[in-house]
Structure formats: structure tokens, C-alpha cells
């Protein structure tokens, strides 16, 4: 069972940064892409940002243009860096990993780790 632990969420005040991590246990191999997530009480799970093993990115389209994406496969980590934030990306940010089955039969296998705090002030 792959294993992810996020860091970096905290309180910042609009217009500020913040960078999240997100280190997975296990090989290299273990996960195929990564990304966050975001949610708010009450509400949807949204794609944040997201990247493939190949390095191919995908942003939400709110949050494109301010956060990036990156990784790092020697340390097990993706990381978020988030500039310009806004009271409205305040959310629990959760670090989301995905195997490929690569089996027409069965479902990917999604991992998730705890979530951390993001709260922008204004």
C-alpha cells in the first residue's frame, strides 16, 4: 500500500505563496501520476494540478497561471507551488497518487494522502 504525506499547507495572507509536498512511500515505480486535489466542507473534490511519470502537467482551469506543478522522482515527491493565493483557494489540499493497472479488467488504483490546510486570509 502506497503511503502519501503532504506538507507545507498553513495560513498565508492573499497574494502570498506556499509550497506543498508530497513524498509517497515505496519505489519509483509504486505510482504512475500525481496531483493534488482540493476540497472545501460541503463541497466537490477539484483537480488542482496534476502530472504524469512522462512530465506532462495538467492544471484546473482556476488555478492555472498561478500554481505549478513539478517533481521529483528520485525523492518520491511532487511538489505545489502556489503564488498569488486567494481567499478562495482556501481548502484542504490532498495529495493524490495513481497507479495504472494497465489492466483493461480492473480500475486504476488511487491513493490519497491525509490532506493539509491551505487558509488564505484576506
Known amino acids: 500500500q502506497v503511503q502519501l504525506v503532504e506538507s507545507g499547507g498553513g495560513l498565508v495572507q492573499a497574494g502570498g505563496s506556499l509550497r506543498l509536498s508530497c513524498a509517497h512511500s515505496g519505489s519509483s515505480r509504486s505510482v504512475d501520476d500525481m496531483g493534488w486535489f482540493r476540497q472545501v466542507p460541503g463541497g466537490q473534490r477539484e483537480l488542482v494540478a496534476s502530472?504524469?511519470?512522462?512530465?506532462?502537467?495538467n492544471y484546473g482551469f482556476f488555478v492555472k497561471g498561478r500554481f505549478t506543478i513539478s517533481r521529483d522522482a528520485a525523492k518520491n515527491t511532487v511538489y505545489l507551488q502556489m503564488d498569488s493565493l486567494m481567499p478562495e483557494d482556501t481548502a484542504v489540499y490532498y495529495c493524490h497518487a495513481r497507479r495504472r493497472t494497465r489492466i483493461v479488467e480492473q480500475s486504476d488504483v488511487d491513493y490519497w494522502g491525509q490532506g493539509t490546510q491551505v487558509t488564505v486570509s484576506s
Open positions: 502530472i504524469s511519470r512522462g512530465g506532462s502537467t
